[in-house]
């Protein structure tokens, strides 16, 4: 009997501590990981949501503070139906930011969005910095090659100066001694030779006139080749960072690319689809280009100051300032260049021309965009005719004529000049 008692009392025991213990990892399981939250956060809220500014929709700092727990597993998993359903909060809510539906999140559970709003009440703080004891760097002291070259001069103009002093201490002793010397012609010898022969003095006028009409000739071409021009924008812009860090398509900015002949300039409205809820530059911390982050955020400022965007109402003021931006790449008006069709018909990349984009901080001409440039192009470049209907027929008939497999653009008809120029 007393071993039946004794079981029920375990038994009892085990189930309150049992009990005890599911209570306490809920409650536990319930407060949500911040670390985790900051992940989750910036994987589905950020693009619309910051901590401590409102963005496309209302700063979540402290939100859970605001709202019931139940109220915001509702809303963040089905804001739609919860306005459906006729609740106050969240119809208020939904006029207040323009009748703008905030997107669904039906996979989130609810220890995610524990995880989200412990990042949102507490987020993380980062993580403290190593101190790095900096080692003393013994740079070797380098001299420009001017100062080397002018130095090497001076030296070989003491020796010649010395030998002089020599050989006139020389033949005082020599004359001292009884000793004659024989006098040399020296230069004025030669000279006097090179002046009686014509034919010498007529291979070298015209060996001169050679070589001066070479270096005129390579000094004229060189005008108007801006290749390395790098020019300072009234507002900077990194291709880097947009092109190279965040992967964007330059044909996301640069969109009349494929169907004109100008690339075009982007506007700023095309800028401010993405800078209107971004203000402030959080990419890589160690910046080994020398600007600094407040460089980049005070850029975005200009933006705004430009497009006359306020950052705080989120509203335009009106006052706008217009961007006088400097040209790089600038052909002469009588070359023709279409863009769309190098772009979209023959299907070249965007740094076959400009270099990598994606590499260059400040944007600088990477080609000569000569005319030999493009002619050399022509002739290396073969066309691409796989699953392109405009060149089916035309690369069958010129495939038969030149005994080819493969076309290159010169073969097509890419050196005419009417081609380029009209």
């Known amino acids: 009997m007393k071993k039946v008692i004794y079981r029920h009392q375990i038994s009892r025991l085990f189930g309150i501590s049992l009990a005890l213990l599911l209570l306490f990892s809920s409650q536990l399981f319930g407060q949500g990981d911040p670390v985790k939250g900051k992940q989750l956060f910036n994987t589905n809220c950020a693009a619309c949501h910051h901590l401590e500014r409102k963005m496309t929709g209302p700063a979540l700092g402290g939100v859970e503070e605001k709202r ?12 739609a139906g919860l306005i459906k359903s006729g609740d106050a909060d969240a119809v208020a809510i939904f006029e207040e930011w323009n009748q703008v539906p905030m997107t669904a999140f039906p996979l989130l559970s609810d220890q995610d969005i524990d995880d989200i709003l412990a990042y949102t009440s507490n987020p993380p703080a980062p993580p403290k910095e190593e101190t790095v ?5 013994v740079e070797e002291s380098g001299l420009p090659n001017e100062i080397i070259l002018g130095a090497l001069i001076i030296i070989f103009a003491m020796l010649l100066m010395m030998l002089a002093m020599v050989s006139k201490v020389l033949r005082r002793i020599a004359s001292a001694n009884g000793v004659e010397v024989a006098e040399q012609e020296g230069l004025s010898g030669i000279w006097q030779a090179f002046v009686k022969n014509q034919f010498l003095v007529l291979v070298s006028v015209i060996f001169l006139l050679l070589a001066s009409a070479y270096f005129a000739f390579g000094y004229l071409m060189q005008i108007g080749i801006d290749q390395g021009y790098e020019p300072i924008q009234p ?8 092109a190279g860090d965040n992967e964007i398509d330059c044909k996301f900015c640069h969109s009349s690319a494929r169907v004109s002949k100008s690339a075009g300039i982007p506007s700023l409205n095309v800028c401010m689809n993405c800078h209107e809820n971004i203000s402030e530059y959080n990419g890589a911390e160690d910046l080994a280009n020398g600007y600094t982050k407040e460089f980049y955020t005070g850029e975005i400022q200009k933006l705004y100051d430009a497009v006359g965007w306020d950052p705080i109402d989120r509203a335009y003021t009106g006052e706008t300032k217009p961007v006088e931006w400097v040209r790089i790449h600038n052909l002469p008006d009588f070359v023709y260049f279409n863009h769309s069709q190098h772009v979209t018909v023959a299907g070249i990349e965007c ?15 990477h080609s000569s965009l000569t005319m030999g440039w493009c002619v050399n192009c022509h002739r290396e470049t073969e066309v691409k005719v796989k699953d392109n ?6 690369h069958e008939e010129l495939s038969k004529k030149y005994g080819v497999e493969k076309l290159t653009a010169a073969q097509m008809g890419g050196l005419e000049c009417g081609k380029c120029h009209y």
């Open 235 to 242: 507002i900077h812009y990194s291709h880097k960072i947009h």
């Open 68 to 79: 019931d727990k139940e109220w915001l597993y509702k809303w963040i998993k089905n804001s």
């Open 389 to 394: 209907g405009y060149y089916e027929k035309i």
């Open 351 to 365: 740094q076959t021309c400009h270099g990598p984009v994606e590499e260059m901080e400040i944007m600088s001409q």
């Open 133 to 137: 004891v900096e080692e003393e760097v």
